[in-house]
T-cell receptor
Framework: EDQVTQSPEALRLQEGESSSLNCSYTVSGLRGLFWYRQDPGKGPEFLFTLYSAGEEKEKERLKATLTKKESFLHITAPKPEDSATYLCAVQGGSEKLVFGKGTKLTVNP | GAGVSQSPSNKVTEKGKDVELRCDPISGHTALYWYRQSLGQGLEFLIYFQGNSAPDKSGLPSDRFSAERTGGSVSTLTIQRTQQEDSAVYLC?????????????FGDGTRLSIL
């Protein structure tokens, strides 16, 4: 059974304080690992797809990396508007995504 | 807009009533998915459509849940004889469907509350 575990559950940072979120996974035949951002009362917003170990993607202050067992979402010099819940999901042998429970990030000014 | 549209945004109903939730995917997307997000839980897969057929219904929690898609576009998720444990946010997503590992794009969901 495909599984995704995200840590920490919650993270508080000061503005400008860089950090990383972790997504550990087990999957039969990874076809894609996806990062989403979710704001309160909204649906998940797509950020990145990673397909193979060693791949990296960047967007503004965010950088996602992938190994054979985990993915990291690095946040460099975060701003208060980066506050959200970040979700990781994997796609294995079927079309569905299997999600972790997310990391709730709060960035204080 | 060009995104996935869901209606209603909120639904409050009494236990035992039937509810219908609607999803209008991004134009041209052939793949459509339903997920459920309960408080403190991750998103839970319910059903996947490719065109009008549903090759994967494995996530539907009971026979009270059903879904259909007509014309390869709009989908309706129906919950019969609702129970309090059905309270959750129901999210719909779509993807182009041409390559199966393309990202799924989500609507803002229907928040369902069963009294």
């Amino acid at each position: 059974e495909d599984q995704v575990t995200q840590s920490p559950e919650a993270l508080r940072l000061q503005e400008g304080e860089s950090s990383s979120l972790n997504c550990s996974y087990t999957v039969s035949g990874l076809r894609g690992l996806f990062w989403y951002r979710q704001d309160p009362g909204k649906g998940p917003e797509f950020l990145f797809t990673l397909y193979s170990a060693g791949e990296e993607k960047e967007k503004e202050r965010l950088k996602a990396t992938l190994t054979k067992k985990e993915s990291f979402l690095h946040i460099t010099a975060p701003k208060p508007e980066d506050s959200a819940t970040y979700l990781c999901a994997v796609q294995g042998g079927s079309e569905k995504l299997v999600f972790g429970k997310g990391t709730k990030l709060t960035v204080n000014p | 807009g060009a995104g996935v549209s869901q209606s209603p945004s909120n639904k409050v109903t009494e236990k035992g009533k039937d509810v219908e939730l609607r999803c209008d995917p991004i134009s041209g997307h052939t793949a459509l998915y339903w997920y459920r997000q309960s408080l403190g839980q991750g998103l839970e897969f319910l059903i996947y459509f490719q065109g009008n057929s549903a090759p994967d219904k494995s996530g539907l929690p009971s026979d009270r849940f059903s879904a259909e898609r007509t014309g390869g576009s709009v989908s309706t998720l129906t919950i019969q004889r609702t129970q309090q444990e059905d309270s959750a946010v129901y999210l719909c997503a779509s993807s182009p469907g041409m390559l199966s590992n393309q990202p799924q794009h989500f609507g803002d969901g229907t928040r369902l509350s069963i009294l």
